[in-house]
């Protein structure tokens, strides 16, 4: 089992100690029905004393018991802020701290999931956003040339219409200059 103690200090003196005592096996079964909960089970849940013990893992590769290196990133747990890591491997590892009877023991319970799980849902949005921004796009491509064909039609259109009486008045004229009209 795991065993978290505190000494109980009233008007600074020790008057007692308490303790709770934990089965391992339980609460490796409990970190393995969290993991089942978070993203499907595709990470790792476990539970970490704050002496750096593997108190519970979902995993059940016989860890609960062992100590965690000295550089691992649960020493830096201070306080109620939660730790986040993107690492190198793929791994998004989270900690986030855990007060156990009032601060009797101060744990922490770490998440770990492949980076690619974790952000699977941003990749699809993005993902829909770019083939959403290649369909407007191709919209405004068609809309421009049916704009531009119209706006080139009018124009077209509208020097026909000016240009008309400017030909029949010249052609008048001429007539009139070359003798064969009526004034």
Same mark, same amino acid.
């Given at each position: 089992?795991?065993?978290?103690?505190?000494?109980?200090?009233?008007?600074?003196?020790?008057?007692?100690?308490?303790?709770?005592?934990?089965?391992?096996?339980?609460?490796?079964?409990?970190?393995?029905?969290?993991?089942?909960?978070?993203?499907?089970?595709?990470?790792?849940?476990?539970?970490?004393?704050?002496?750096?013990?593997?108190?519970?893992?979902?995993?059940?590769?016989?860890?609960?018991?062992?100590?965690?290196?000295?550089?691992?990133?649960?020493?830096?747990?201070?306080?109620?802020?939660?730790?986040?890591?993107?690492?190198?491997?793929?791994?998004?590892?989270?900690?986030?701290?855990?007060?156990?009877?009032?601060?009797?023991?101060? &744990?922490?319970?770490?998440?770990?999931?492949?980076?690619?799980?974790?952000?699977?849902?941003?990749?699809?949005?993005?993902?829909?956003?770019?083939?959403?921004?290649? &369909?407007?796009?191709?919209?405004?491509?068609?809309?421009?040339?049916?704009?531009?064909?119209?706006?080139?039609?009018?124009?077209?259109?509208?020097?026909?219409?000016?240009?008309?009486?400017?030909?029949?008045?010249?052609?008048?004229?001429?007539?009139?200059?070359?003798?064969?009209?009526?004034?």
């Amino acid at each position: 089992g795991a065993l978290a103690t505190r000494v109980v200090i009233e008007g600074g003196r020790a008057v007692g100690v308490a303790g709770i005592d934990f089965r391992l096996d339980r609460l490796s079964e409990m970190a393995e029905a969290q993991n089942r909960n978070l993203f499907g089970g595709a990470g790792r849940t476990l539970f970490l004393s704050a002496s750096g013990l593997i108190v519970g893992d979902s995993a059940g590769k016989g860890d609960a018991g062992k100590a965690l290196p000295a550089n691992h990133p649960l020493r830096e747990l201070r306080g109620d802020a939660p730790i986040v890591h993107f690492d190198a491997d793929g791994v998004v590892r989270a900690y986030v701290p855990v007060r156990i009877a009032n601060g009797l023991a101060n &744990w922490a319970i770490a998440v770990e999931l492949p980076e690619a799980t974790v952000l699977a849902d941003v990749v699809a949005l993005t993902d829909s956003l770019r083939s959403s921004s290649r &369909w407007l796009l191709s919209l405004q491509l068609i809309a421009g040339l049916v704009v531009g064909a119209l706006a080139l039609a009018a124009a077209f259109a509208i020097a026909r219409a000016v240009a008309k009486p400017i030909e029949t008045v010249t052609l008048t004229l001429q007539q009139i200059a070359g003798g064969g009209g009526d004034l």
